[in-house]
C-alpha cells in the first residue's frame, strides 16, 4: 500500500510537526482532485462507448464496472471531507487535539488514501480494458457501416 506515501521516511507523520503535516495533507487533497477529474473522464469514456456494446454479458461487466467507479467516486469523495476536516483543524489550533491521537488518524488517513489508489487503479484498468475491446469492435462496425453504403 505504499504507492501513495508521499513521505521522506517510516515515521514521518509520528515526527514531522502540525506545518508539515498540513503541507502533506495538501498533497493529499491536490490529489484526490486530480483523481476526481480522472473519475469524470472514465465515466465518459464509458458513457461513449457503451452504445456499442452488443452482447450481454459486455453489457453486463461494463455496468459492473460503472457501479464500480460510483463506489470509487464515494470514497474520493468522503477522503477528500475528511481531508478538508483535517486542514481545518491544522489551521485553528492544532494543540487542541491529543497529538498521539490526532498522528493515529493522520495515518489511518493515509493508508485509506493508499487503498483508495489501490482500488482506483484497478478500476481505471478495468476502463481502459473494455474500452480498448470496444474500439476494436467499433472498427468493425465503422467497416460494416462503409461497406453497406
Known amino acids: 500500500m505504499n ?3 508521499k513521505r521522506p521516511k517510516d ?3 509520528q515526527e514531522a510537526d502540525w506545518q508539515k503535516l498540513s503541507v502533506l495533507s495538501e498533497q493529499w487533497k491536490s490529489d484526490l482532485m486530480f483523481y476526481t477529474d480522472d473519475l469524470r473522464f472514465l465515466h465518459h469514456i464509458i458513457d461513449k462507448y457503451f452504445l456499442w456494446i452488443s452482447k ?3 453489457i453486463t461487466r461494463v455496468q459492473e464496472i460503472e457501479a464500480n467507479l460510483i463506489v470509487i467516486g464515494e470514497k474520493c469523495n468522503l477522503l477528500l471531507e475528511r481531508i478538508n476536516l483535517r486542514l481545518a483543524q491544522l489551521k ?3 494543540f487542541r487535539y491529543d497529538p498521539h491521537q490526532f498522528r493515529e488518524e493522520q495515518e489511518t488517513l493515509e493508508n485509506d488514501l493508499a487503498q483508495f489508489l489501490i482500488d482506483f ?3 481505471r484498468e478495468e476502463v481502459f480494458k473494455v474500452t480498448e475491446y470496444l474500439i476494436e469492435g467499433e472498427e468493425l462496425v465503422l467497416k460494416l457501416h462503409n461497406i453497406s453504403q
Open 121 to 123: 487503479r484497478k478500476n
Open 11 to 13: 515515521n514521518y507523520i
Open 3 to 5: 504507492d501513495f506515501r
Open 92 to 94: 485553528e489550533d492544532p
Open 56 to 58: 450481454k454479458e459486455h
